[in-house]
Each structure stands twice: as C-alpha cells, then as structure tokens.
Nanobody
Framework: QVQLVESGGGLVQAGGSLRLSCAAS????????MGWFRQAPGKERELVAV???????YYADSVKGRFSISRDNAENTVYLQMNSLKPEDTGIYYC???????????????WGQGTQVTVSS
C-alpha cells in the first residue's frame, strides 16, 4: 500500500527556515504528482505547493518566493524548503499524492500523517 511519512517539522522563530521531507513507498514515485498541504487549528486545510511527474511546480500565493518544493525520485522523497517563515505559516503540514487534478483540487487519495510546524513571533 502507499505510505507517506513526513519529517522535519519543529519550532522556529519568525524569519527562520525549516526543510520538510516526505518519504514515499508503495508506488512508482516518479509517476505521481506530490503536494504539500497545511492546516491550522480552526482553519481549513490549504494547498501549499505541488510538483508534478514532469517537475512542473505550483505555489500558493501566500508562500510564493519563500517556499520551494523539490523531489528526488531516486530516493522517493519530496521536500519543502521553507524560508522567511511567518507566524501565519504555523500548522500541521501534510504531503499527499494522486493525479494532478486531484492534488490541485484538494482531494488526493493518499496522505501522510503530518508534521507540526510552529513559527513564533
């Protein structure tokens, strides 16, 4: 079965950086679209970034210029480099995979367990 495991979350001061990783198994990784989502308490889950099977990239306007998504198909891992972090970036970050339309539409079939990111002011 498909498994996605996130890591790299933690507590960081505003202006700092974190790199999240998501290790995938149970799928032909290079053929799948990978996305990062986040959810803060009391708020709806939102799409943060997407990288396709041909390395096309999407970012939410709120993170554009600060976050960078990448993938290493040899290691079955997708990354989210987060720079210039703001308190409003706080939330649980999830990686997910499915077709491009399902990831962009916010309803991918496969999700990781999430990793907490907390940005203090």
């Amino acid at each position: 079965q498909v498994q996605l495991v996130e890591s790299g979350g933690g507590l960081v001061q505003a202006g700092g950086s974190l790199r999240l990783s998501c290790a995938a198994s149970g799928l032909t990784f290079g053929r799948y679209v990978m996305g990062w989502f986040r959810q803060a308490p009391g708020k709806e889950r939102e799409l943060v970034a997407v990288i396709s099977s041909v390395d096309s990239i999407y970012y939410a306007d709120s993170v554009k210029g600060r976050f960078s998504i990448s993938r290493d198909n040899a290691e079955n891992t997708v990354y989210l480099q987060m720079n210039s972090l703001k308190p409003e970036d706080t939330g649980i970050y999830y990686c997910a995979t499915d077709s491009y339309s399902r990831v962009r539409g916010g309803n991918p079939s496969y999700w990781g367990q999430g990793t907490q990111v907390t940005v203090s002011s």
